[in-house]
């Protein structure tokens, strides 16, 4: 017999032994512990590979299964022979060179790995706040991956807060943009007709709360979650695409019209994403959590010096409707040189020329009323650099001509849009168009897309991804409550920086909230739209509101230009999921502190206690004392502080604050 057809006849004979009366299977168990004993992770090897979690020696997540079907019918939990253990432990650290959070990442995990003996094998790692595995393969010719089983089992019927896909008419469940408002029920209330996207999080009555997502995926469809009608998730992941279709129009994508039996071809030799589990005792503990970028591959791009975050503008979500201007505003010449002039006076670094600069399915199809000489010269004058958005499809059909034509240009970063799938194929084509920019210098951020899971650390000029409900939904909807915005920071940006385009600087309450086209307004206060360039992470960060309106506030812009977009250090001071959160963040010698609230004024106290020896200018700028009914009121004062000093912080409904403290 060939060795793949003796391998499955041993495994079909074991199946059939395992059924007959007197045969038992050994349970062999194993435990790996955090560096600091808190979590546990107990692993199961018997006639099924499952795993439990332990904080604190109470158990929070239950026996749940892990496996790996290929093709052939070879899979993981056909164990060969007797497993073998290794263990190790590592205390290192990770420099990152685009920060989101944090400069000098500690790298400290107990890490277990099981080595079946039938070319599988499975890597655990505990940490102080997580625990994850992965699958690992060691087959000398390539594979075709049936399935995989990734169960997530819960002692109770914990409450969920989770990202529901809404299915589309024309096209299969897996079909998705990952941009919705989170529901919050309980485990047994969603069955397999529930599919939704991570992260998602797991909140019991008392801690710890827990996050499920993945890192590393690459060459492999993500990772959606079902339910089962019991405390159980269960992952679920897209087929393969066997034949696809464009649909769309203005913005065509493609979609799969057929899908095969499996979910991913890929090498023999490999490992699988990691899924990851995210324990936070405190509310406190979720913001900053950055486990998904240290599970990720390291970088990939040897040089990253051209990698250069900042802030942009962008003129989509106002349809650059700009006013007290002597040109007519639009998608053209004049628009983009205001743009520019506008960003240098408040220190953005650089514009983005959003949908309409080109024929959306020809990128050398330049809008007449656009002269792109002109606006590159205009730009190099002012030394702000311009970015240029692209839909995803025709990106993909003219990727190297069109990046060599934006090296050109002078172009340092790039948008592409309208994806909307994550199975292996579109996976493949991040990696594909990332590997690109790289060689070409390009920053890039993919909207329409999926979460990042580590993908930015692996490929560090992938600055963001969309992958949230964000700004642009207030011109056709009430979704970006201020109640959804104080869910992000707790689960969206678990799995990486994020694109929510904060900065409108039209302003309302629920009551006066309209979503009118041109006109975009935020359903929150003035301030809370300025605390999200602190609370949010994005190292390229899009101011979305309408320049002309900031021109007559240039106080409140100056604050808002002088806010970082990568950080040396996070400190997460308070926090409720969903209700409220204080970040305070260090940038050289300088610290910014946001906090927002949900739909509730909330009193706060900011202890300055983390500051440096010294005075500090504080610049503040607060809800104002009519913010309440006119969300756009808000104060701006400065007064001298040390590291004793106490600040009252009063949130408005829908409310914000933010303070910059520079060292004097």
Known sequence: ????????????????????????????????????????????????????VYYQNRLIVASSEIDLV????????????????????????????????????????????????????????????????????????????????????????????????????????????????????????LSSRNLFFTPVLVAPTTAPKIALTESDLEDYPGMFLTGTGSKTMQGEFAPYPLDEAIAGGEYSQKYVTRRADYIAKTAGTRSFPWRVLIVAPHDRDLPGNDLVYRLASPSRVADVSWVKPGKATDEWIISSNLFNVPFKSGINTETYKFYIDFAKR??????????????????????????????????????????????????????EPALEQFNRWGVDFIMTDFFDRDDQKTVRLFQKIAEACARHKLMIMFHGAYKPAGFNRTYPHAVAREAVLGSEFNIWSNKPSPDHNLLLPFIRMLSGPMDYEPGLLANATPKTFRPIGENVMSMTTRCQQLAMFIVYESPIQFFSGNPSQGLAEPAFMELMGSIPTTWDTTRVLDARVGDYLMTARKKNQDWFVGAMTDSTARDLTLSLDFLGEGTYEAAICEDGVNADRYASDYKLSTKTVTKKDVLPVHLAPGGGYVVRLRKK
Not at 353 to 359: L, P, T, V, Y
């Open 70 to 189: 290929l093709q052939d019918g070879q899979k993981l939990s056909a164990r060969a022979g007797k497993p073998k253990f290794t263990t190790r432990q590592n205390r290192g650290q990770i420099v990152s060179p685009v920060p989101e959070k944090r400069k000098v990442i500690p790298d400290v995990y107990q890490e277990l790995t099981v080595d079946l003996r039938n070319s599988f094998s499975l890597i655990f790692r505990a940490y102080n706040d997580g625990v994850a595995y992965r699958i690992v393969t060691a087959f000398k010719d390539s594979i075709t991956v049936k399935n995989e089983t990734a169960r997530f089992q819960f002692p109770e019927n914990h409450r969920l807060y989770f990202p529901e896909v809404v299915k589309r008419p024309d096209q299969d469940r897996y079909h998705t943009s990952f941009e919705e408002v989170y529901s919050f029920k309980p485990l047994d209330s």
């Open 346 to 399: 408040f220190g953005f670094e650089r514009i983005m020329m959003d949908a309409g600069w080109s024929d959306t399915q020809d990128l050398f199809k330049i809008r007449p009323e656009i002269n792109m000489d002109e606006i590159m010269a205009h730009a190099k004058k002012q030394g702000i650099g311009v970015s240029m958005w692209t839909l995803g499809m025709t990106l993909e059909r003219q990727l």
């Open 1 to 52: 017999m060939k060795p793949t057809r003796i391998n499955q006849y041993l495994i079909s004979l074991f199946g059939i032994l395992s059924f007959l009366p007197g045969f038992t299977q050994t349970v062999t168990t194993q435990d790996l512990s955090s560096p600091d004993q808190a979590l546990k992770v107990s692993v199961s090897l018997g006639p099924a590979i499952t795993y439990r």
